[in-house]
């Protein structure tokens, strides 16, 4: 497609099970990130993936956090057992090189009941 | 530790009249800076960047200056519709290290018609 695509966009869980949320970055693009938006504030990042590069995970919140990006396209992010703190909306991005502007997805609404 | 800044939440101006969105950052690394637009249940849309070899950038309506000595950057959208009406996020980059954006809390504009 043309643009970042996310799914599901929307997703109810309950505490304690495991969810994965996806991202479909722009073709050609090397570097994808991962934001989070919980209600009121602002983005927050999580993780960026640039090309073969280390991740850079500093940004996870825990270790129920993480994340892989398989042949420098999709990238999962993972959250173990779920808590109620960690609903949110959780944004991917892509961009082209690492001095170039983001593109974001829809996002994916995450509810933990 | 906040590294940008938008302290202020909200702004409401008049349809036709100057709308300035500021931001101010601590890391002196950054140089790269950008705005983005979000509208509610889509992802943030890029609207416009500069770099720190620049102290302005101008695209139509709206301009981004840039402080480096004061660490502060603003947008002003002029003149404001209606349409304008978003939450606008400023955000930053340093090329030292990984080159993930980190970006404010946003400030939410409404044009008043």
């Known amino acids: 497609g043309a643009g970042v695509s996310q799914s599901p966009s929307n997703k109810v869980t309950e505490k304690g099970k495991d969810v994965e949320l996806r991202c479909d970055p722009i073709s050609g693009h090397t570097a994808l990130y991962w934001y989070r938006q919980s209600l009121g504030q602002g983005l927050e990042f999580l993780i960026y993936f640039q090309g073969n590069s280390a991740p850079d995970k500093s940004g996870l919140p825990s270790d129920r956090f993480s994340a892989e990006r398989t042949g420098g396209s999709v990238s999962t992010l993972t959250i173990q057992r779920t808590q109620q703190e960690d609903s949110a909306v959780y944004l991917c991005a892509s961009s082209l090189a690492q001095t170039t502007e983001a593109f974001f997805g829809q996002g994916t609404r995450l509810t933990v009941v | 530790d906040q590294q940008v800044k938008q302290n202020s939440p909200s702004l409401s101006v008049q349809e036709g009249r100057i709308s300035i969105l500021n931001c101010d950052y601590t890391n002196s690394m950054f140089d790269y800076f950008l705005w983005y637009k979000k509208y509610p249940a889509e992802g943030p849309t890029f609207l416009i960047s500069?770099?720190?070899?620049?102290d302005k950038n101008e695209d139509g309506r709206f301009t981004v200056f840039l402080n480096k000595s004061a660490k502060h950057l603003s947008l002003h959208i002029v003149p404001s519709q209606p349409g304008d009406s978003a939450v606008y996020f400023c955000a930053a980059s340093a090329p030292s290290g990984t080159y993930k954006y980190i970006f404010g809390t946003g400030t939410r504009l409404k044009v008043l018609a």
């Open positions: 500069i770099s720190s070899i620049k």
